[in-house]
């Protein structure tokens, strides 16, 4: 079994391609890579922690239809994109604003938001969130787990880990 994290998928929200200038041509192409990306990497019997924004518009039925369609145990830690149908969805194991729980001994402090300071912080407890779609400059020990800033597929802790390394290269790769 893995644990895995992503944040701000966003499944049936007009304004995410224009906003965040994801690379679909549409919200249909969008909904549906995001899926197989997901089901391509998590097992049925692996955990997710989705840390908010899961869904804005798509009807009531069809949140639902998106959550069941995809595999593992799924943890919503609310965002402040989800509204009733998301949280009326049948398929969360567990629902929240925020979450502390222990993978591969790191303890880790979940929450749609990026914190400034977290409990367990001088201990070595990272911070995982979401919401700044890959635009905040972390602090150290935090991470964003969104899909803009892991590659549109949720990531587990060592992918995590080397996000920040892997965004640094890029980042000074496309300095002048």
């Known amino acids: 079994m893995t644990v895995w ?27 549906a890579a995001l899926i197989a990306n997901w089901n391509a990497v998590v097992a049925a019997d692996d955990v997710v ?21 995809l595999a593992g145990t799924k943890h919503l830690i609310l965002g402040n994109n989800d509204g009733p149908g998301t949280l009326a969805a049948p398929g969360w194991a567990s629902i929240g604003h925020y979450a502390e729980i222990e993978v591969e001994g790191r303890r880790l ?7 400034r300071t977290w409990n367990g912080m001088g201990r070595g407890a990272l911070d995982l969130h979401g919401h700044s779609h890959g ?3 972390p602090i150290p ?3 964003d787990v969104g899909v803009d800033a892991q590659d549109f597929v949720p990531v587990d802790l060592p992918a995590v880990l080397v996000s920040r390394r892997r965004n640094t290269a890029r980042d000074k790769r496309s300095e002048p």
């Open 49 to 69: 922690w989705h840390l908010g924004d899961f869904a804005l518009g798509p009807s009531d039925e069809r949140v639902a239809e998106i959550l069941d369609s």
């Open 135 to 137: 635009q905040l400059k």
């Open 109 to 115: 402090v979940l929450c749609h938001y990026a914190f």
């Open 5 to 31: 994290f992503t944040s701000d998928t966003h499944f049936g929200d007009p304004r995410i391609l224009r906003i965040d200038r994801r690379p679909y041509p549409d919200l249909a192409a969008h909904d």
């Open 141 to 143: 020990k935090q991470y």
